[in-house]
Nanobody
Framework: VQLQASGGGLVQAGGSLRLSCAASGFTFGDYSIGWFRQAPGKEREGVSCISSSSSAGRTYYADSVKGRFTISSDNVQNTVHLQMNSLKSEDTAVYYC???????????????????WGQGTLVTVSS
């Protein structure tokens, strides 16, 4: 099982980035996948999550990113994208993707769970 996160970088406030989480080694459509972030000195936060293709209520967004971030799933490429627009300095963090089965998007974004985690990708937003 592998989750490969990419797309981080340095961007000015107000700019955009697109993160990608490429999955392999498991049946992609059976898993819910989420994006999480952790800034220095802060707890990890569930940013946005998407349920497996068979689940209702497919997406969840933290209040801090609603209207600015969009999560999407490409079941052909087995990749989940996070489009981040109108970035703010407070979005600066290491972003991780994770996958698990049997849980909704809201659950994995808001609660602890057992699953697979990818390595992080650093997003730095300069003000």
């Amino acid at each position: 099982v592998q989750l490969q996160a990419s797309g981080g970088g340095l961007v000015q406030a107000g700019g955009s980035l697109r993160l990608s989480c490429a999955a392999s080694g498991f049946t992609f459509g059976d898993y819910s996948i989420g994006w999480f972030r952790q800034a220095p000195g802060k707890e990890r936060e569930g940013v946005s999550c998407i349920s497996s293709s068979s689940s209702a209520g497919r997406t969840y967004y933290a209040d801090s990113v609603k209207g600015r971030f969009t999560i999407s799933s490409d079941n052909v490429q087995n990749t989940v994208h996070l489009q981040m627009n109108s970035l703010k300095s407070e979005d600066t963090a290491v972003y991780y993707c994770a996958a698990t089965r049997g849980l909704t998007a809201q659950t994995i974004c808001r609660m602890q769970f057992r699953g697979f985690w990818g390595q992080g990708t650093l997003v730095t937003v300069s003000s």
